[in-house]
């Protein structure tokens, strides 16, 4: 039987998301690694103290400063820097993940630190990999949902990267296709910080000029979730106008939320967006790059 059901699971795979309820029926697979990406922007350490009072069983944790990002370079990167491929293929090994396991992605309900897992192991080319929706609050909300203290004592794999999905788009690169009828730049933050009416975070208000703007938050319903793939289409097709998402390149302030957006374009079934990876944080350390405001 047990040989039955784990044939049933290799074949049943998850690109885009997965429901708790999908989950709950699948938590005793063999072939299966939950990733816990809850993080706090205000508190780096609230995700971790979170985990450490329960998560989903068989979850490990992952921290988006030290497992999802590389160090910062004052003056040259954005706050968020995309580690480089070696060091990503070292962590997924150190996670239990190679071909056969499917990955589940999950943090608060807005599920954007998910989404930046999810990005990554796509752009080393595994698609077997969701994030799920809703988050720990929709594995929470479900009848008797099992919640962990314990730490999994995780066996290594050799993750081999694959065909990269998508495109990594840096400074030069945006700076050339702002300017191309042929692309589209969209900026993932708030309304309030693309026009550059107040920057929070970083220390340049504004947007990269030529961009649109689709805050990624419009992306759930008021419960988390993400909304209906037909409606996600009905969000972006107008803002592609007639292009398709591999000619999109997407950022935000620092290469996290806008991966939110990347995620909500496949889930529609549009394609696989770029991401320009460093974003607003990254493009600001330049002081000649223009900066645009409304």
Known sequence: MRCNVTKYYLHTM????????????????????????????????AGRSAY???????????????????PIIPGQTGRHPLPDKDFMMQKFTNWGIDDSVQVVAYDDKTSMVASRLWWMLRYLGHTRVAVLDGGFAAWTALPDAPVSLDVPNVVSRAFRPGTQVGQVFSADDVER????????LVDSREGFRYRGESEPIDPVAGHIPGAVN???????DEGGRFLPAEQLRGRFLPMLDG???????????????????????????LGDAGL?????????TDGARPVGRV
């Open 14 to 45: 998850f690109t885009t998301l997965i429901s708790a309820q999908q989950l709950a029926e699948r938590i005793a697979d063999p072939e299966l690694r939950i990733i816990d990406c809850r993080f706090s922007l205000a508190d780096p350490e």
């Open 243 to 269: 292009l398709p998402a591999q000619q999109s390149v997407f950022y935000c302030g620092s290469g996290v939320s806008a991966c939110h957006n990347l995620l909500a374009i496949a889930h529609a079934g």
């Open 276 to 284: 320009y990876a460093g974003s607003w944080s990254e493009w600001i």
């Open 177 to 184: 296709i702002r300017q191309d009828a042929a692309f589209i």
């Open 52 to 70: 450490s009072q329960g998560h989903i069983p068989g979850a490990v944790y992952a921290h988006l400063d030290e497992d999802l990002c590389a």
């Open 214 to 220: 689709a805050f990624f938050m419009e992306n759930l």
